[in-house]
């Protein structure tokens, strides 16, 4: 995710705005850049990689008698992390400069307009539309500039705006993205997060949606971002230390992460689901109709939790769209005889972009003639390099280990996939397409309201469950792989010993380990299996399992069968799987934290496994 920070004050500038930057690293980024006024002109460092880049090039500016200026770190949504794509974007005079966090969904058509009204573009960004949107509208107030370019922009955005003819203020407006402001006697500062603002002061005011702030050394005024009308705010005191900061005040990353799942699965969905119509639109995809019309099979091919995903999208594709579809872990299927050919579509999902055997599988099946498109959260790794097309998860990145909400995004951009080869095939029809699209972005909203309830629930049961030695987790149908991501996940990071099975197979063998010292998650959704579900975690309870069952609110019968019955709203059954993935990260991290492990950083096990 992006960082931005900003000064106007009475300090030199670009010592605050690099150890802001700096405090912010922990968010990931690829590029950085910062800029400040100089003799009156704007002053622009950026650099790709690390800070430490653009330290090297600021070097002796460092100390420039500068007082009011903005930073950013970027983490690559749109275009490659280059120099060039890093922030501040500038408008065609290079007076105006924009940094930004989020995404702006209409950019390609606000562009295009540009373009014919002659603006020049010097980056890949979506971010450089906003510079020479407000541009268009900059006559002699710049905060009436942002407010009208802001009115046609549609999207997620958290935006630092700086003009050379005003060189002591600064505007920052935000929709969607996190924004703060600090503010001090004779300074105030914006940030996208608190540890920026930390080394300075802790008197905060957080920004909400729709909300425009105008910044003047010690003066600021917030206004309505549509019809300029004065907000009042109260300014708060941060008692956090840093760590605590840089989390958000979560325990860990990991707990972060999960709850920021609602916010990376409508990111994700943002600007390819036209809601009025349910269309999809994913150009980024890279085949031509005719291609996708033509495809006979999908392959798709993962590791670990990306795999899981995969299994799901089977279910989805094979159901909406009609295509058989292989699921095959990465080391498995570049070791075997391949059948896969022109008319095969491999599909790589990785949250890293850079696993070996994933990469290595997408490198043979190109090698047999199969088009590639990966789904992938890091803009510019290599599997995107080298896949025909791409869809991009927007989760942000992931500090933890365990993968939690680049799982989710990978659901979400499958689903989407599904829907866009259903609407190209015609196998779905538009008011379907219409439903699943919406119900999809219900899903985020269902998520966001549980999660603290959910969490709370999860802490009253751990106590009976923590010290397990073994734990099963089972499902059917869509939720099967959800059982397998469950247990991957408490295994990994509470070294518990876990399985996750599809609840019919458990007479087949597993059912031989069921006795009363064995603790099984079922997954219990009112969906299609519903019944033969049931049947099974009968069988479980008949042999003194202890059940904790997640199932659907108002099926009461769950809670004749155990006492540990967590109940979630109902949603659209296909979109099942994105639910009943919450308890069971919460539980795994529940436990672990419980057992006191290091649920960040989980022993043997590395983010980005780039070796076989
Ligand atoms: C588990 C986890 C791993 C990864 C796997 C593939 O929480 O994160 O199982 O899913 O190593 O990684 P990517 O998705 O980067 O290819």
């Known amino acids: 995710m992006c960082g931005i920070v900003g000064y106007t004050g009475n300090r030199r500038v670009v010592p605050v705005l ?40 600021v070097d002796e500016n460092i100390g420039v008698a500068s007082h009011t200026g903005l930073g950013h770190t970027r983490w690559a949504t749109h275009g490659a992390p280059t120099r060039d794509n890093a922030h501040p974007h500038s408008d065609c005079t290079g007076e105006l400069v924009v940094v930004h966090n989020g ?62 003819k005003e060189p002591h203020k600064l505007v920052a407006a935000r929709n969607q993205s996190p924004l703060v402001m600090g503010v001090d006697d004779d300074a105030c500062y914006i940030a996208s997060d608190i540890p920026a603002l930390l080394p300075f002061t802790r008197q905060v005011i957080f920004l909400d949606d729709n909300e425009l702030v105008v910044l003047e050394q010690g003066t600021y005024s917030i206004t309505n971002v549509a019809d300029g009308r004065e907000i009042k705010k109260e300014i708060r005191t941060i008692d956090w230390n840093p760590a605590m900061a840089e989390k958000g005040g979560f325990k860990h990353f990991m707990l972060k992460e999960i709850f920021e799942q609602p916010q990376a699965i409508l990111n994700t969905i943002s600007g390819r689901i036209v809601p009025d119509t349910g269309e999809i639109d994913l150009p980024e995809i890279g085949l031509s109709n005719d291609e996708i019309r033509d495809i006979e099979r999908i392959a798709l091919v993962a590791c670990g939790t990306s795999w899981h995903a995969a299994l799901v999208a089977k279910y989805w594709i094979e159901k909406w769209v009609g295509i058989p579809v292989d699921v095959d872990i990465a080391s498995e299927f570049r070791y075997r005889r391949l059948l896969v050919s022109e008319r095969v579509l491999t599909i790589s999902i990785s949250q890293s972009g850079e696993t070996a055997d994933t990469l290595a599988g997408i490198r043979l099946a190109a090698s047999l003639g199969s088009k590639i498109v990966t789904i992938c959260n890091v803009v510019g790794s290599t599997m995107t390099r080298e896949a025909d097309g791409v869809i991009y998860t927007h989760a942000g990145p992931e500090i933890g280990v365990a993968s939690t909400k680049a799982f989710t995004s990978q659901l979400t951009a499958l689903f989407m996939l599904t829907l866009y080869l259903g609407q190209e095939r015609q196998t779905i029809e538009q008011e379907t397409l219409k439903e699943l699209g919406s119900a999809l972005v219900d899903v985020a909203a269902v998520i966001d309201t549980i999660l603290p309830r959910v969490q709370q629930q999860v802490q009253g049961l751990i106590e009976r469950y923590y010290d397990s030695r073994d734990f099963l987790f089972v499902g059917r149908g869509l939720n099967f792989p959800i059982a397998l991501e469950g247990a991957l996940k408490l295994k990994e990071i509470s070294y518990i010993h876990a399985e996750g099975y599809a609840a019919g197979e458990l007479k087949h063998g597993p059912i031989a380990l069921i006795d009363k010292d064995m603790p099984v998650m079922a997954l219990v959704p009112k969906d299609a299996v519903y019944q033969k579900t049931v049947s099974n975690v009968e069988e479980i309870k008949a042999r003194q399992g202890r059940l904790l069952l997640i199932g659907t609110e108002g099926d009461s019968h769950l809670a004749t069968l155990t006492d540990d019955v967590l109940y979630l709203p109902e949603v659209h059954e296909e979109l099942n799987p994105l639910l009943y993935t919450i308890p069971a990260q919460l539980l795994s991290y529940e436990i672990a934290n419980r057992r006191g492990c290091d649920v960040d950083q989980p022993r043997n096990l590395a983010k980005s496994v780039t070796v076989e």
């Open 18 to 57: 690099l150890e802001g930057l700096r405090r912010l690293e922990y968010r990931g980024y690829d590029s950085a850049g910062l800029v400040y006024e100089y003799d009156n002109q704007l002053v622009k460092f950026r650099a790709a990689g690390k800070l430490i880049n653009l330290e090297q090039a």
């Open 103 to 164: 995404i702006i969904e209409n950019y390609g058509r606000l562009k295009e307009e540009l373009l014919a009204e002659g603006h020049t573009f010097s980056s890949e960004t979506d971010t450089e539309v906003l510079a020479h949107l407000i541009e268009k509208y900059l006559d002699d107030d710049l905060a009436t500039a942002v407010r009208q370019a802001l009115a046609r922009v549609e999207g997620s955005y958290a935006l630092g705006v700086f003009w050379v």
